[in-house]
Structure formats: C-alpha cells, structure tokens
C-alpha cells in the first residue's frame, strides 16, 4: 500500500506521497502507520537478542564478560557498514521502499536464527554483524516511507514508528530465559515484520 501520487507541474513526473485533492486526505495513511509501527517492532526486536541471552552464551563458550557484550555492539557495527553501503548504492531511491525493508527483515531474522547453530563465538560475532548490516534496511526505509504519507503531523507519525522501535528492542529481554527462545522469537518476528512491510 503506497500513496497515490499526481503529476506536480514543472516537475519531470509524479512525486510521491503528494496526493490529489487535501494533503492528508488519505484514510490510508493511518492503516499504513499502523503497519508500519507494527512491522519496525517485530524488525527491530532483533537488535539485543544476545543481550537477553548473554549468559547463556557466556556459560556455553566460556565467554568473558566484554566478549559477551561484543554480541551486542558488533550489531551497532553492522548497522553502520549497512548504512554506508545503502547510501553508497543509493539503495532507498533505487529500491522500493517495501521491498528493501521486507528483503532486509528476511535476510536479518536468518542470520538471527543461525546463532541456534551457531559452532563458536567467532561465528556468532560476524552473524551478529551481519544481523545489525540488514538491520540498515529496515530503519530507515520505515522513516521513509511514513514520512511520505503524512506531509502533516508528521511529527507525531515517525515519533509513532520510533517508538514501537524502541518497544521492539526492548522486547528479548521480556522473552523466555532459555537461551534458544529469545533467538527463535526474534528470528520469527522479524519474519513477520516482513509480512507486514508488504502490506503498508
């Protein structure tokens, strides 16, 4: 679901998210705000994960304790390289905007879930990275895209997705204290969080 866009005079086509009549007129926008605050809570609760089951993972490699917490800062890594990279390749204006957040979602929560099998801690560490480079995918484009569906009260739509933001990376902690759930739960919302991107 996207706005319907109208030719803007002097322009070189349609731009986005201008609709014909009233600006803001579009009953749709708030179904798609829904979906998308929906989908950016199931998306983002991968970001602490390991977090909620350092432990678990301290006590099964033997980890330290700045090992441990390296599970969780190798995402804010990855997302940073997958920022640079999105930007590089200009990927929010060549790439609809569902697709990149929906790709990003799927390919995010399965390298979430390989941490199940994950052999070693080295491994869980680039997984973990890879995690936060799709977590760059998911982010932004939500930004993105609510942006381009409320030209007023604009504040109050991306203040709405930041917020179910900041619930979903607060949510592993929440999860079943048995290492494997949170990671399962995860990997399966952010299945669903790919689902809903389809739809907004």
């Known amino acids: 679901m996207s706005p319907d866009p109208v030719a803007v005079p002097g322009a070189g086509g349609p731009e986005p998210g201008i609709l014909a009549g009233a600006p803001d007129a579009d009953p749709r926008r708030w179904v798609a705000l829904a979906l998308l605050s929906v989908a950016q809570l199931f998306g983002m609760s991968l970001w602490f994960t390991a977090s909620a089951v350092g432990p678990e993972f301290q006590e099964r490699w033997a980890l330290s304790a700045a090992q441990a917490s390296g599970l969780v800062s190798t995402v804010q890594w990855g997302f940073v390289a997958g920022t640079v990279v999105a930007a590089g390749l200009n990927l929010a204006d060549v ?106």
């Open 95 to 200: 790439l609809p905007g569902r697709l990149l957040f929906a790709a990003s979602a799927l390919l995010a929560g399965a390298a979430n879930a390989c941490l199940l099998v994950a052999p070693g801690y080295g491994v869980a560490l680039g997984l973990r990275f890879v995690t936060g480079f799709f977590l760059a995918g998911v982010y932004p484009p939500a930004m993105k895209m609510v942006s381009t569906w409320f030209r007023s009260g604009r504040g109050l739509a991306i203040g709405t997705v930041v917020g179910a933001l900041t619930l979903g990376k607060a949510s592993p902690p929440t999860w079943s204290r048995r290492w494997r759930e949170p990671v399962r739960n995860g990997s399966s919302w952010a299945h669903r969080a790919r689902l809903r991107s389809r739809d907004s």
